[in-house]
């Protein structure tokens, strides 16, 4: 019977990268010198790769990454220094730690040369078996640590891409369940003024009916007739106000800028916190959706200044400029702190910037104690 295999860890060990030894690239044209080196150095530890020239020894660069490379500098063709000048030329290779091998004390120059081409190091053959494995275990963890860091890098940059998917797909999320609320809204809306207003008005004629066929000697009945006359009256105010406050017809009949002056004089009846509305003479044509989203910013914004800052005052100014609208809603209150603006626990102000977010637009929070809080609102059109 075979063995179930548990996905997350099969999905866990398909990520793993395996573990590769590093590697020493060997650069010798004398075969006893290439092989003695390749012995030496050869172990658990590492593996080492050996190459005749420097043709091939670039050939071997484009296979894999090596932790190092001991490069004999006066070889046949091309030479150390050739060979080194083209191993720094190549983005993959240019890194490499080289180390030169000669078999004679270099002159100064050649050295400075040797130096200048990339290398860490000059060794004279033959090398002291010690002091050369001494120096390669050095590069050997180097390139240990070096690959652990790059696998941390990339699992860090894979962590990186699945947030910014997971937030991008939390954003389109939000998006949606704004526009089904919307939708929802203008629904209720509408039937609560279609159907209970047709029913309100139907329940008012029939108690007029009622009241005009009362008895004249009937004063009592005529006064809670009266009543009931103002009930309903107070019950189709009030109906139309809910019915506005979930979808004002003005918005979705005359436009964004009779909608703000509707709900500017509502605000004001009902807070009386004094407003100076601004609006532009001339407005350019909006979509739907952005004016409705502007819209919804503004009419959060107000509450938040009955609610919070203890304003007296409140200026409105909405500004058409090339490139977007401009909304700035500043009051004369006790100032909003900084540390509260940016909180991630101030939800209508998550929810107007995500909102804001979906069509490229923004909003900045500004105040200071005992001056006041300024609310600047842009959005593209």
Not at 354 to 371: M, Q, V, Y
Request: one cysteine or more; glycine letters at 6%.
């Amino acid at each position: 019977m075979s063995e179930a295999v548990n996905p997350a860890v099969a999905h866990s060990d398909a990520e793993a990268p395996a573990q590769v030894r590093p590697a020493i690239l060997i650069v010798e044209d004398e075969p006893r010198n290439r092989m003695a080196l390749k012995e030496l150095l050869d172990g658990p530890e590492c593996e080492v790769v050996a190459a005749e020239s420097g043709v091939e020894a670039l050939r071997q660069l484009l296979k894999r990454d090596f932790a190092a490379i001991l490069l004999d500098v006066r070889m046949p063709g091309m030479d150390g220094f050739e060979t080194a000048k083209l191993i720094r030329e190549r983005e993959r290779s240019r890194h490499i730690p080289i180390i030169f091998l000669t078999g004679a004390t270099e002159d100064v120059h050649a050295m400075f040369r040797g130096y200048e081409l990339g290398a860490v190091d000059y060794i004279t053959k033959p090398p002291i078996p010690q002091v050369l494995k001494s120096k390669m275990a050095v590069f050997i963890e180097l390139s240990r640590k070096t690959a652990v860091l790059r696998q941390e890098i990339a699992e860090r940059k894979r962590a990186e891409e699945r947030l910014r998917a997971s937030e991008e797909n939390l954003r389109a999320l939000a998006a949606r369940l704004l526009v089904v609320r919307e939708e929802e809204w203008q629904r209720i809306s509408r039937e609560i003024h279609d159907e209970l207003g047709q029913l309100l008005t139907g329940l008012k004629i029939e108690v007029n009916s009622i009241v005009a066929r009362l008895p004249p000697d009937q004063p009592d009945l005529a006064a809670r007739s009266e009543a009931a006359f103002k009930l309903i009256d107070e019950t189709v105010q009030a109906m139309r106000r809910i019915a506005q406050g979930l979808r004002p017809e003005a918005l979705d009949h005359l436009g964004l800028v009779a909608g703000m002056e509707y709900h500017v004089r509502e605000f004001r009846r009902r807070s009386g916190i004094r407003c100076e509305l601004s609006l532009p003479h001339e407005m350019p044509t909006l979509d739907p959706e952005r004016s409705l989203a502007l819209f919804r910013v503004f009419q959060e914004l107000l509450p938040n200044v009955a609610r919070h800052a203890s304003a007296t005052r409140i200026d409105i100014d909405l500004r058409a400029e090339p490139g977007g609208l401009h909304l700035t809603v500043a009051d004369n209150g006790k100032g909003i702190p900084e540390s509260s603006a940016r909180s991630p626990k101030s939800l209508g102000l998550l929810g107007i910037r995500e909102r804001l977010h979906a069509f490229g637009g923004k909003i900045d929070i500004s105040g200071a104690p005992g001056k006041g809080t300024k609310a600047a609102v842009f959005i593209p059109i």
